[in-house]
């Protein structure tokens, strides 16, 4: 062992994240398997020193023989590694590739979150296909994107209090795109990159292919972000990045208040840690508060601050266009370093994009509707069928994260 973590673990918070986590007897086997849970689901984060077993086991209300012994298994199964001294650090879990096959016809996968197209969308496509003349006589390699689609974009932001010009612009495939061309140009291998514990997983294992060494910020359904430990975090590693969901984050559904933004910013700064806001379920509020300013599109203001955002939740997810709005020197180190990855967006979604982004209140009225009828009816069947578990309120996007009635990985 190196010797150096990411984070150091209270015993608290360490009872506080496993919750009822004794199952099963053995006790230590019980603890154990609690513990992997919160590592596989990067609740705990690689490189997080575990409190020591005299004080774990005093604030579980065990013998350190157990705690102990719960250690020893995780050693054996490769979670986490110890030293005489130095105490037992988490590990990085061997990559896994998940290979999903077709989903049989008349199953639902719930691996993907995504509502269905917005009705108007096809017509929307027909009428954009009407001009095809006018697209295929374009060069068709653009990788800033066209004017018309960064000027409607820019153009949404300033409706919602952001003025935004086309130059802050960049048109991507999507917002994981995004993602992964950020944490390419950011990041250098062994740089620390914050990241929400529990949060969307494909923007983890972008910043990991990146080379970064994840910082746990962690986000409950109750308590939302736990500002003391994303500030301890912060002073100790200094991120070069951090990744957030402000607004209906993915999986809690959960959004931060203004205190919560000003804490995050306030840390942000003092740290010179890039933030880099992940919009893609900002605009689905189910529940809006009436009089209430748009807060996603403010978020973090006066930080340094990257958005993200696309149409995948809003139109549909294979409408794949997405964005980033950022300084424009960062555009321009965005360009020369885009090339390398894809050559652009397609043109016809772009034209699309730019066309629907102008009937958005329309849209997201739409989007209300339906996923406030799959909620309640989501909410109401758990209530009925399953009422050991603990169903969060959530007033948007398109999650729910549930608590179990045991410690079982997601």
Known sequence: MDGSTDYRL?????????????????????????????????????????PAERELAHALGLSRTTVAAAYRSLRESGHIESVRGSGSVTLPLGRRDDVRGPVPEHEIDLVQASPAAWPGLAGVMTEVAHDAAALVARVGYDVLGSRQLRGAIADRYTER??????EQIMVTTGAQSAIHLLAGTLLRRGDRAAIETPTYPHAAESLRRAGARLVSVPVTTDDG????????????????????????????????????????????????????????????????????????????????????????????????????RADPALITRLMAVRPSRELGTPEFEQAVAAQVLGRMPEILDQRATLLRAGRDALVGALGRTLPDWRVPQVAGGVCLWVELDAPLST
């Open 10 to 50: 209270t015993a608290r918070s360490l009872a506080n994240s496993l919750g009822g986590w004794r199952t099963r007897e053995p006790a230590y086997e019980a603890l154990a398997d609690g513990i992997r849970v919160l590592c596989l689901d990067n609740r705990l984060a690689p490189r997080t020193a575990l």
């Open 161 to 166: 209090g952001l003025p935004t010009t086309a």
């Open 225 to 324: 972000w736990d500002l003391d430990r994303a500030a301890q975090a912060f002073a100790r590693t200094r991120p070069t990045l951090g990744y957030l969901m402000p607004h209906f984050q993915n999986p809690t559904g959960r959004s931060m208040s203004w205190a919560e933004q000003d804490t995050i910013a306030r840390v942000a700064r003092d740290t010179a840690t890039l933030l880099v806001l992940d919009e893609t379920t900002g605009e689905l509020a189910i529940d809006p508060p009436s009089g209430e300013p748009d807060l996603a599109a403010v978020a973090m203001v006066g930080a340094p601050v990257v958005r993200v955002g696309s149409l995948g939740k809003t139109v549909w997810g294979g409408l794949r266009v997405g964005w980033i």
